[in-house]
């Protein structure tokens, strides 16, 4: 190269020869200067400039329309997927294969661009030098909008606030309007005297949204409520600010339906879970009863079990009033699935049906005592009655003292009373020669010969007999002798769909299982 020529004596060493080869170039160029006219330099200049702004003027250009061009086709190909899903297989492959080689595209036009780019900076890079610009300054005058005028301007947005929260029995109006942002004495009186909000307000868990201005100070505020449970319009009280002052009107609208789904995993109860879930207990409570007659969620819950639901919500304004109906759910438990889709053929009964179309209804309800919150952690105290009776035949379940005791099935009372050490017993005879004995209860609510149907209740738990800790004592006598209460459940057959409902049937299942598929997801993704 260039610095042998120099003789430079420092080109051996690898880092000095950097600062030799920058010399070398400076004196190459101080040897051009002097050979060449300026008028030829100048000429080059405005050469290379017109090329630099053409070749960035290029690929500006290739950039929009590949930008064009991808978007033109990610919308060709949407429209062909909703018109002609069949011409828009062989698009969709080539979409395939650029999506399977994203690597080689971008390698291959990052180096198209960056080829281009480097070319178009090599040429700038040969123009004049900036630094041998003259420097011009410009002065320009800046307008600044007086602080007085940006104030009023910003005094005309207007500034609404929205709340929502919900009445408390507690609730005083100065207290309901500070949880809700508001410091409004003018507002506080309005609710104190003005008989339709003191009624509106008076109960607790209803739904209040509140607007506020920039001052805090009542726009508007609306209280939401159901005169009825089972009410499908919903009563709404609307207290306006209005130049004449507050004023109040009440209006009944009716309610909307939303689908909610969530889903939840026992780490230690079912309640526990529905709580992480923010799930509302009457969806607890569908549940346990739609699966009553497959789990007996008292005995054989396991831990990690797992459920996904979707539920109706009755909202008033977008708020949820109540929980409606569960849709569908699934319950994993220990290695078994258990789905349910609410159906009902029109003009009858709805019921809960497995994906496959058979009723979930069975002639036994899997338990004697009705889940809940209150039972779910309820204990029993081993005393030394159980552990020295040689065989124990039968199931106990611990509850607390008044828990209803339930029938698990159709039936007649056989006996009612109080017998040794069963204590206050109930025993309700069903077909095929199947009994049930309930005993130690603190109360009985039935009489001899008395017909009882699944679900009712025959009496209250308690701890009669020879127990020292409330419990019930529950037996499944098939021809007299104990069986376990779980196999007969397993037996039961159910009533399947007709084949003209079941075809309609599928339709359900079907939105049931995408549905499922979502909540799951949900589930799985809270986990993460
Ligand atoms: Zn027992």
Known sequence: MGIDRYNDPFSKSPILGVACLFQSQQLTAKAMKTAKPSDLMQFLHSIQSRLVSLLMGFLFLCTAVLGALLMGTQRLLAWLDGQHPQLALPLQRATRWFKQHPKTISLSLASLLLAGGGGAFAIANLGPDITNEPVVTLTQPLQI????????????????????????????????????????????????????AKQALRYANRSVTAEADGQQRLLQLSVRWLNKETDTFFQRLVIKRSAQGLEASLETSPMTTGIRMTGGTVASSLYDAADEARLPDSVVTQLTQIFSNQIDFHRTLRKGASFSVVYEVLEADGEPLRTGRVLTAEFNNGNKTYEAVWYQEPGQKGNYYSMDGKSLSRAYLASPVAFSRKTSGFAMRLHPIFQTRRAHLGVDYAAPTGTPAQTVGDGVVEFAGVQGGFGNVVIVRHGNNHSTVYAHLSKIQVRRGQSVQKGQTIGAVGSTGWSTGPHLHFEFRVNGTHVDPQKIIQQAQSTPLSPVALNRFKTTAEQARYQLLAATQMREGAVQ
Request: cysteine-free.
């Open 145 to 196: 909008a007086a602080i007085q005028e940006q104030v009023q301007s910003l005094d005309l947005i207007k500034m609404s606030l929205m709340r929502t929260d919900s009445t408390r029995s507690s609730d005083t109006p100065e207290s309901l309007l500070r949880r809700l942002g508001l410091v409004d004495t003018d507002a506080a009186a309005f609710l104190r005297k003005n008989p339709l």
